[in-house]
């Protein structure tokens, strides 16, 4: 099956952008894009001629038309937090970004902004205001449970939690492109997850969050959400949990562990 679709330079330039980790290098003068994804093909030559082959070609040809030229909801971006930490859950946020959104994005965060916590703490309950996501919470009790009673690897484990999001997602946007960065692997995650029904709509890039807003919004949400669990989990444990993965954090895991693995079990994955 064949589709073809008409685009402009300018349009060529987004795509290029949403497609970047499939990007095949270019033989032909006339091809100013050329696209693989699993077995599908997509050609833009320099007539403006953007052609589609492959299995999903229909699929495909709705999410390149979403990217281009709907003026209503164009994608969706995953992120997670709390993969990096050894205290605290771990959250999957995704947001739907409209194409108008970006102008009222991009006035208070840029694409390469590198925040902090303080000031991710400052913006998100607006972006949490103002922008469609919706979010999972995967809480270390949970976790054990899957881990220690259902006997699943953490691997599968987190593949199972970063599904859990991505078709409650679909449900609700069938037709959009999602993008995610590779906190996951895209290997291991078709590993681990035996439907692919999904599979033609997600974009893995390991800087979705540096070229995409849905899924710069959905980290800095994520990561709001993560730090207000850590604070009610520091006073559940009666202290003060140090984020990250670094000596001060394994030495209070250390301690934790020593001294009450009970309640270790109720604020860290491990």
């Keep these: 099956m064949k589709r073809l679709i008409n685009v402009t330079l300018n349009q060529v330039e987004v795509l290029k952008t949403f497609f970047c980790s499939y990007l095949i290098p270019l033989s032909d003068e006339t091809v100013l894009l050329h696209i693989i994804k699993d077995n599908n093909k997509i050609m833009i030559h320099d007539n403006g001629e953007l052609i589609i082959t492959g299995p999903d070609t229909d699929l495909l040809y709705e999410l390149i038309i979403k990217l281009i030229e709907d003026e209503n909801y164009s994608s969706l971006g995953i992120n997670m937090a709390g993969l990096n930490d ?51 919470t995967l809480e270390p009790e949970k976790y054990h449970i899957m881990k220690n009673v259902k006997k699943l690897s953490k691997d599968k484990i987190l593949c ?44 893995f890039n390991e800087e979705a969050t ?61």
């Excluded at 959250?91 to 994005?105: G, Q, Y």
């Excluded at 916590?117 to 999972?136: S, W």
């Excluded at 993560?226 to 209070?252: C, P, R, W």
Aim: glycine fraction near 2%; proline fraction near 3%.
């Design 160 to 203: 199972l939690f970063l599904m859990q999001t991505i078709k409650r997602n679909l449900d609700i946007y069938p037709n959009l492109p999602l993008i995610l960065d590779e906190q996951i692997k895209e290997a291991t995650l078709a590993k681990h997850i035996t439907d692919h029904s999904y599979k033609a709509n997600l974009f």
């Design 210 to 270: 540096r070229i995409n807003y849905a899924a710069k919004v959905s980290m800095i949400i994520a990561r709001f959400l993560f730090l207000n669990y850590l604070h009610n989990y520091s006073q559940q444990a009666k202290t003060h949990l140090i984020k990250g993965n670094l000596e001060h954090s394994k030495n209070q895991f250390n301690l934790l562990k020593n001294e009450n693995i009970e309640l270790l079990k109720k604020i860290a994955i491990f």
């Design 86 to 136: 050894i205290f605290g859950p771990l959250i999957c946020v995704c947001t739907a970004i409209k194409d108008s959104d970006i102008t009222k994005i991009s006035s208070m965060i840029k694409l390469d902004d590198e925040l902090s916590d303080y000031q991710i703490m400052q913006i998100a309950p607006y972006l949490m205001n103002q922008f469609n996501h919706t979010k999972v």
